[in-house]
């Protein structure tokens, strides 16, 4: 039987993507083996993480300033926006170093049975930016799975009155896939070979 404290702390491990049960224990005996110094250290940075980053107040990407790096580059192309789930997703195109345009973070996706409504979605400043800046194109980087699916058809009907090109990456990356763990190849031929989005 584990004290109460290790039942504690293997309750807030297991709230993590991805740990199960068995791990967010062993993960619990971890922290007890370390040093104390150790283990303020990764407190510390547990709490610094989330005091220090926010959202850009652009595009929503995660970042320590109120404007991101990528917002603030004036080498990159601004009439292009590439509409994506999470931060993650931005790591994953930027390191297939091929795409120069600018990025708007969703946060999630349409998807009502995990209590993800259109609300929580960072959607309106998406709407904001089509209409006061010089945008000419929107490419859809979801997801391809249902609710990637739904969010895109969503935001495109949202976006039709404006005089932009909507697209979105070619479906290199398998249904139910993810951009995050897509290889470099893929990602690449995913964005060249993107197609608009037509609304009936
Ligand atoms: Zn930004």
Redesign the pocket.
Known sequence: MATKSIELLTEEFNKLPSIGRKTAQRLAFAILEMEKEEVERFAKALIEVKEKVKK?I??G?F?EEE??D??KDDERDRSVICVVEDSKDIIALERAKMYRGLYHVLHGKIAPLNGKTLEQLNIQTLVERVAKNNVNEVIMALNPDLEGETTSMYLTRLLKNFDIKISRIASGIPMGGNLEYSDMATLIKSIEGRRELKED
Do not use: K, L, P, T
Request: charged letters at 0%; aromatic letters at 0%.
């Open positions: 850009c652009v595009c990407n970042s404007i991101c990528i917002c």
